[in-house]
């Protein structure tokens, strides 16, 4: 079992951008495939990347790509994702995943069993 602790969001204006950080609890995280979804009010919980246990592979979101990059190290348990030019439109509450699931394509919620409590970021235009 892994636990999962995000940080990083705050309040940014358009076109600035953020680190996110997930921190995970356990002695096997490099186990794990790794996403980041995010949920606006009033909106579904949507996919927004995704990085394979030994982080050689990742995938993106169309509406994230060239904007976004996950990354993750595996030393210090902890995954990222760097947002840059960021838009009002992705102002969300933004959770980490896990999973033992090996898979590259993960994009679907219910495909991981392991969440953090989310955290917010905000773009102001």
């Known amino acids: 079992q892994v636990q999962l602790v995000e940080s990083g969001g705050r309040l940014v204006q358009a076109g600035g951008c953020l680190r996110l950080?997930?921190?995970?609890?356990?002695?096997?995280?490099?186990?794990?495939?790794m996403g980041w979804f995010r949920q606006a009010p009033g909106k579904e919980r949507e996919f927004v990347a995704t990085i394979t246990w030994s982080g050689s592979s990742t995938y993106y979101a169309e509406f994230v790509k060239g904007r976004f990059t996950i990354s993750r190290d595996n030393a210090k348990n902890t995954v990222y994702l760097q947002m840059n030019n960021l838009k009002p439109e992705d102002t969300a509450v933004y959770y980490c995943a896990a999973d033992l699931k090996r898979r590259i394509f993960m994009v679907r919620g219910d495909e991981y069993n392991y969440w953090g409590q989310g955290t917010q970021v905000t773009v102001s235009s």
């Open positions: 950080s997930c921190a995970a609890s356990g002695h096997t995280f490099s186990s794990y495939t």
